[in-house]
């Protein structure tokens, strides 16, 4: 099992920066892609950004050249770095880690969330 606690949202005006840090603990080691997604009321929950073990990231087109994923050296951290928000960047923000299991799949493991509103 992996725990994901997050922590760093907030009311922030347009055009400011936000920085969401996401610390995970228990069987950390089978994890291979950490990530954010979003959930903004009356929609799905959507990627914003993830990154792999060995660095790759992938960020939903909407927050490219905006915001920037990074993991820490031990790898249990993954922060979620935010500038120019707007206000469409409002949501509850979701740290996401994946484990591979057998038949190509992934088990997801999710944090309780944290809300992000900026105000325009």
């Known amino acids: 099992q992996v725990q994901l606690v997050e922590s760093g949202g907030g009311l922030v005006q347009t055009g400011g920066s936000l920085r969401l840090s996401c610390a995970a603990s228990g069987s950390i080691s089978s994890i291979n892609v950490m990530g954010w997604y979003r959930q903004a009321p009356g929609t799905k929950r959507e990627l914003v950004a993830q990154i792999t073990n060995g660095g790759s990231t992938n960020y939903a087109e909407s927050v490219k050249g905006r915001f920037t994923i990074s993991r820490d050296n031990g790898k249990s951290t993954v922060y979620l770095q935010m500038d120019t928000l707007k206000p469409e960047d409002t949501a509850v923000y979701y740290c996401?880690?994946?484990?591979?299991?057998?038949?190509?799949?992934?088990?997801?493991?999710w944090g309780q969330g944290t809300q992000v509103t900026v105000s325009s």
């Open positions: 996401n880690a994946e484990e591979p299991v057998p038949l190509g799949y992934s088990r997801k493991y």
